[in-house]
Nanobody, 116 residues
Framework: QVQLVESGGGLVQAGGSLRLSCAAS????????MGWYRQAPGKQRELVAT???????NYADSVKGRFTISRDNAKNTVYLQMNSLKPEDTAVYYC??????????WGPGTQVTVSS
């Protein structure tokens, strides 16, 4: 089974930045469709950003222009650079991998808190 572990969460002031990392096990990371999701208290989990193996990105309207998803295949790691953070970005952020013909996998999440 693919294993994902997020890191880099923390407490920041509004307008600040954080860089989240998602480390994946296995040797076929480059084939995966990667995504970042988030879930705020009392709300459903929502898609934040996706990145295909071919380099195509997609972002939720709420984060477009502020967040950037990227990957380093040699390190089996995907990143989410978050700039100009807002209090409404406060949530647990989850990494997801989809491997065609195998399945989808989630990390345990990392907390991001943005203060006013």
């Amino acid at each position: 089974q693919v294993q994902l572990v997020e890191s880099g969460g923390g407490l920041v002031q509004a307008g600040g930045s954080l860089r989240l990392s998602c480390a994946a096990s296995g040797s076929v990371f480059s084939r995966d469709l990667m995504g970042w999701y988030r879930q705020a208290p009392g709300k459903q989990r929502e898609l934040v950003a996706t990145l295909t193996s071919g380099g195509t990105t997609n972002y939720a309207d709420s984060v477009k222009g502020r967040f950037t998803i990227s990957r380093d295949n040699a390190k089996n790691t995907v990143y989410l650079q978050m700039n100009s953070l807002k209090p409404e970005d406060t949530a647990v952020y989850y990494c997801k991998a989809v491997r065609l013909g195998v399945g989808s996998f989630w990390g345990p999440g990392t907390q991001v808190t943005v203060s006013s």
